[in-house]
């Protein structure tokens, strides 16, 4: 979980992102443990899942990958979500707008480089 608070981000709660994905609260923080999704604080102190990693009832096809790429390459999970949601012109759009879009392998091309 990242130290610094993430804004401008829809977060959603542990709950409700357990009630999306149809599993219990503990397998959502598995997931958060094995790097399937992130939980991250905002600036009033609370935590949650930003929203755009969930589609369709799943988390987003391609998003683990890109996680561990990103960790690999020493990123806290703030900049991770932070990097997803920041616009890119070469995309076009975010790297979260196009794994939704179901263009991942553009986006870990980009996470492979993002730490050199």
């Known amino acids: ?43 009033d102190g609370t935590r949650g899942v930003p929203a755009l990693l969930i589609l369709d009832g799943a988390v987003v096809k391609h998003l683990p990958s890109v996680i561990t790429q990103l960790r690999d390459a020493r990123f806290a999970d703030d900049e991770i979500v932070d990097w997803l949601h920041r616009e890119d012109d ?11 879009a179901n263009r991942g392998a553009e986006v870990k091309r980009r996470a492979q480089v993002a730490g050199y």
């Open 90 to 100: 070469s995309l076009p759009g975010s790297p979260i707008e196009a794994l939704r």
């Open 1 to 43: 979980m990242s130290a610094e608070p993430v804004s401008g981000v829809d977060l959603l709660p542990v709950p409700e992102v357990a009630e999306l994905l149809g599993i219990k609260v503990n397998r959502v923080h598995q997931h958060v443990r094995d790097g399937q999704l992130l939980l991250v604080r905002r600036a």
